[in-house]
């Protein structure tokens, strides 16, 4: 460093002086890769601020000489511009043991469903075009056959998501009406979603029956009056009573709504198409079934259970959907063409059951092998032992997934990984805090949890290409000893 600090002010002048002309340093042949690399117009406002930042730390007495240098200018501008450059969009490592997190985007796309929007993000597609007669098509009617055939329903429409396709049903349904529902299923999901709440944006009036742990059939049968324009059924998709409860099923409340002259509406939240029981996950009502019970409406997630991407589907009877799709709304709360191209390639993949674990990403990460998770943990476990040093055990051992996004929140899927501590036994502290901070800070951040005096990282989300990856990336250059 050089002290400039001069009484006259003579050695400042002396070391600004050195300060290179900026198009001599841009026409330097160490500037031309990053010109070609990032264009003219950004490197040189990149190459000012990195001069200018030079003459705040040479004023202050922290300036080196050698930082002016034609190589050292290319490389400060070049990794300026490449940490601008950088997506905020960053794939990551999920290692919550979570699968459907919502925070990290919830379900991955099948490799059908990365080619159906490929296809349509660079050519030209039918979105709203009728290829039989030539006028202008419905968007829905692209997958409104497939959605059918699933799930039973008469016809359906799609929106942006879940808490969309509620708003909207009661919205076009019961404005300025009442909603019956039992006070046990007003539930509040991530993002402080309240079904009070939508009701009151949809403009409808909620009216609650029985009690938070008790709702009979006659509570229904005593809050209808002329107001009420549906009956509402919501899954208790993020939490549980149990207990003395009693709940009215949908096969039970069906009737008195067939008799009363109303419609059942049933909210599933994350929804599934198909008995998960088969592979030995917790049990879940598929829509088919609330269909086949009696729903007159159901609404659910396309990127949960569905394993597809961020959507919400209304199926149920046809002039129901007819009503929902007049309704302003629908238009502003649409999907595009990228959402339907994926949202088809998945659903066609339900045609074949039979295919489904392997094909559906989804469900292979929630029926993995505990088998391959071990042997996964016990291949990863020495390469992050040496990445993060002496001070830390890092072991193999068994652990606990939840499937997220409020699906089935009760249930647990045993899972093994990797769980971090410190080698001397004392409580952590802030150090777990300190490994976990420099995992996310690696190229590709890895995301885990820290719990029970560890950091644990759940390898049922790392499948094998990801793997080679993960210890290629704690063996890289420069990796060794980081995290220490």
Same mark, same amino acid.
């Given at each position: ?12 002048r002396a070391?600004?002086? %050195? ?7 841009? $026409? ?17 406002a ?13 004023q ?5 000489v050698?930082?002016?240098?034609? +190589?050292?200018?290319?490389q ?7 940490? %601008? ?10 290692l919550?043991?979570?699968?459907l ?6 379900? *991955?796309l ?5 080619? $159906? ?6 050519r &030209?597609?039918? *979105? ?10 419905d ?15 008469e016809a ?7 808490a969309? /396709? ?5 919205? /076009? ?6 909603v ?14 309240r079904?009070?709440d ?5 403009? /409808? ?14 509570d ?17 998709? !993020?939490y ?18 067939? +008799?009363?002259?109303?419609?059942? +509406? ?14 030995g996950?917790? =049990? ?8 086949? $019970? ?5 609404t659910?997630?396309g ?14 009877? %046809? ?14 709360l =649409?999907?595009?063409? @990228?959402t339907?191209?994926?949202?088809e ?17 989804t469900?292979?990460? *929630? ?21 993060i040093?002496?001070?830390?055990i ?9 499937i997220?996004? #409020? ?25 777990? !805090? =300190? ?8 190229? %590709?951040p890895?995301?885990g ?14 499948e ?9 990336? @704690?063996?890289? &250059?420069?990796?060794? #000893?980081? +995290?220490a």
């Amino acid at each position: 460093m050089s002290d400039v600090r001069g009484s006259d002010g003579s050695e400042l002048r002396a070391l600004m002086a %050195r300060v290179p002309s900026v198009e001599r340093v841009l $026409a330097a042949a160490e500037f031309a890769a990053v010109i070609a690399e990032h264009g003219r117009t950004q490197t040189l406002a990149a190459l000012r601020a990195t001069l200018d930042t030079w003459r705040s730390d040479a004023q202050a007495g922290r300036a080196a000489v050698d930082a002016l240098s034609d +190589a050292a200018l290319a490389q400060a501008v070049n990794a300026a511009l490449s940490a %601008r450059a950088r997506s905020a969009v960053r794939s990551v490592f999920n290692l919550t043991g979570t699968v459907l997190h919502t925070n990290l985007g919830r379900a *991955l796309l099948p490799d059908e469903a990365v080619s $159906a929007v490929a296809e349509v993000l660079t050519r &030209p597609a039918n *979105l709203e075009f009728d290829l039989e007669t030539g006028a202008r098509g419905d968007r829905d009617d692209l997958i409104n056959g497939l959605i059918c055939e699933l799930t039973g329903a008469e016809a359906a429409t799609v929106v942006n998501n879940n808490a969309a /396709a509620v708003l909207l049903t009661l919205s /076009a349904l019961a404005s300025r009406k009442e909603v019956i529902v039992s006070r046990g299923e007003l539930v509040e999901i991530g993002g402080a979603f309240r079904i009070p709440d939508i009701m009151s944006r949809a403009g /409808a009036r909620l009216r609650e029956v029985g009690t938070t742990n008790r709702t009979h059939l006659k509570d229904y049968d005593e809050a209808i009056s002329p107001k009420t324009a549906l009956l509402m059924k919501v899954h208790c998709s !993020n939490y549980a009573v149990t207990g003395f409860t009693k709940e009215v099923t949908l096969a039970d409340l069906a009737p008195l709504a067939k +008799a009363r002259g109303l419609p059942i +509406a049933v909210d599933l939240g994350s929804g599934t198409l198909v008995d998960l029981a088969q592979w030995g996950l917790p =049990r879940e009502a598929t829509v088919r079934e609330t269909v086949d $019970a009696g729903a007159d409406l159901v609404t659910f997630s396309g990127d949960k259970l569905l394993g597809g991407p961020q959507a919400g589907l209304i199926v149920g009877r %046809r002039e129901l959907i007819a009503t929902i799709k007049k309704h302003p709304l629908k238009r502003a709360l =649409r999907v595009g063409k @990228l959402t339907l191209a994926a949202l088809e390639a998945v659903l066609r993949l339900y045609r074949a059951p039979e295919n489904l674990r392997e094909r559906l990403t989804t469900l292979r990460l *929630l029926t993995r092998p505990a088998d391959a998770m071990r042997l996964c943990a016990e291949r990863v476990q020495p390469a992050l032992q040496q990445w993060i040093g002496d001070a830390f055990i890092v072991s193999a051992e068994p652990m606990f997934s939840q499937i997220g996004s #409020g699906a089935l929140p009760v249930d647990v899927l045993p899972s093994y990984g990797v769980a971090v501590r410190l080698a001397n036994g004392k409580r952590p502290g802030s150090q777990l !805090n =300190r490994v976990e901070k420099r995992l996310r800070e690696l190229p %590709r951040p890895v995301i885990g949890r820290i719990a029970d005096g560890a950091l644990r990282l759940d390898l049922r989300c790392l499948e094998e290409a990801d793997e080679t990856a993960f210890i290629a990336q @704690l063996r890289g &250059p420069g990796a060794r #000893g980081e +995290a220490a």
